[in-house]
T-cell receptor
Framework: GESVGLHLPTLSVQEGDNSIINCAYS??????FIWYKQESGKGPQFIID?????DKRQGQRVTVLLNKTVKHLSLQIAATQPGDSAVYFC?????????????????FGKGTLLTVNP | NAGVTQTPKFQVLKTGQSMTLQCAQD?????MSWYRQDPGMGLRLIHY???????DQGEVPNGYNVSRSTTEDFPLRLLSAAPSQTSVYFC????????????FGDGTRLSIL
């Protein structure tokens, strides 16, 4: 079956540094990718997404890069803050069938724990 | 908007008991789904619904039932709780159309003794 994996299960950075969280995906037909942040005791929170026809997308302090050649996704967080400490998940979406967007499979990675040291 | 609301936040059950986990969303999303999250594993899809009156199975549906009588609500029922169902359960919703992110509730932490 298809899988989404993370290269680093834990990442520790100093406050103010930039963070990079990596993700590998195995299905070259996946057409949409999402990054979620999950704080302790909370549900996953949408951060940023990217479609397969894009290489880069920027949000507020976050950038997602997509390398389809090597099936690799990364999340960059600029000027990391203590409030960024959380588990970060990537998810890949495979759309199949026709019409309505209702036929798709979303596969989640296991997550990377980001710890920001003050 | 409250987003996706799940109740209860915590629950302890004995083996064999039944219960219903509630999920409601106020974003008028057609698509709703239930996931379970276990240590060392990614979120796994239990059941989903593409609209009122329509439900379908995900990858781990055994032991769970769902119904969708309204757009807003999508309850998950455990028919006869087993220790293997100890987990954190998340409900999510999203709009119809391709390339739409799911929005999650804060989860129900369920322990089966």
């Amino acid at each position: 079956g298809e899988s989404v994996g993370l290269h680093l299960p834990t990442l520790s950075v100093q406050e103010g540094d930039n963070s990079i969280i990596n993700c590998a995906y195995s299905n070259s037909a996946s057409d949409y990718f999402i990054w979620y942040k999950q704080e302790s005791g909370k549900g996953p929170q949408f951060i940023i997404d990217i479609r397969s026809n894009m290489d880069k997308r920027q949000g507020q302090r976050v950038t997602v890069l997509l390398n389809k050649t090597v099936k690799h996704l990364s999340l960059q967080i600029a000027a990391t803050q203590p409030g960024d400490s959380a588990v970060y998940f990537c998810a890949e979406n495979l759309f199949y069938g026709s019409g309505g967007g209702s036929n798709y499979k979303l596969t989640f990675g296991k997550g990377t724990l980001l710890t920001v040291n003050p | 908007n409250a987003g996706v609301t799940q109740t209860p936040k915590f629950q302890v059950l004995k083996t064999g008991q039944s219960m219903t986990l509630q999920c409601a969303q106020d974003m008028n999303h057609e698509y709703m789904s239930w996931y379970r999250q276990d240590p060392g594993m990614g979120l796994r899809l239990i059941h989903y619904s593409v609209g009122a009156g329509i439900t379908d199975q995900g990858e781990v549906p055994n032991g769970y039932n769902v119904s969708r009588s309204t757009t807003e609500d999508f309850p998950l029922r455990l028919l006869s709780a087993a220790p293997s169902q100890t987990s954190v359960y998340f409900c999510a919703s999203r709009p119809t159309g391709i390339n739409q992110p799911q929005h999650f509730g804060d989860g129900t932490r369920l322990s089966i003794l």
